[in-house]
């Protein structure tokens, strides 16, 4: 009669010890040897992360435009204190929404100083200022058109004012 001998179970800190993490972590690229790769990679992304924090912060107080090189003029630096961000209210906060279009903060409106609203918010008033722009490209072409044509009679040799 053969007799088989049976392994022992382990349990506890025997399982513990008997487990070889390093073999698993290498085949997953996690190993000593990659330390170094991993290592550079962690600081590439420090620097990256840095780099673009430090672009979003200038960005914020920044004299110059955002991509364009371009100093700002003098007197926009020095008026940029008296306008302030407008905060938008979250769509589906009800109350909010209400608030901010009842402060003429929708469509047709513009920020003054000091985030006071200049608001255009019946469409009389937006009909005058089209009726009146209309009004004047029509002077516009009406008095190029006269010029024209005195320039070509004085030209024929007419004598007109």
Request: proline share 4%; charged share 30%.
């Amino acid at each position: 009669m053969i007799r088989k001998r049976y392994q022992e179970a382990k349990t506890g800190f025997q399982l513990l010890k008997s487990i070889n993490a390093d073999k698993y972590l290498r085949k997953i690229g996690l190993g000593k040897e990659d330390y170094y790769f991993w290592k550079q990679i962690g600081k590439a992304l420090l620097c990256t992360y840095t780099l673009f924090g430090v672009a979003w912060l200038y960005n914020e107080t920044s004299p110059l435009g955002w991509w364009t090189l371009k100093p700002r003029p003098k007197e926009e630096r020095e008026l940029a204190h008296l306008y302030e961000r407008r905060e938008f209210p979250y769509p589906g906060d009800a109350e909010a929404m209400e608030e901010f279009v009842a402060k003429g903060g929708m469509i047709g409106t513009t920020i003054g100083p000091k985030g006071t609203f200049e608001t255009d918010k019946d469409a009389v008033n937006y009909q005058e200022m089209q009726n009146k722009k209309f009004e004047q490209e029509a002077l516009k072409l009406w008095l190029r058109m006269r010029n024209e044509v005195i320039q070509e009679l004085q030209e024929k040799g007419y004598d007109v004012e």
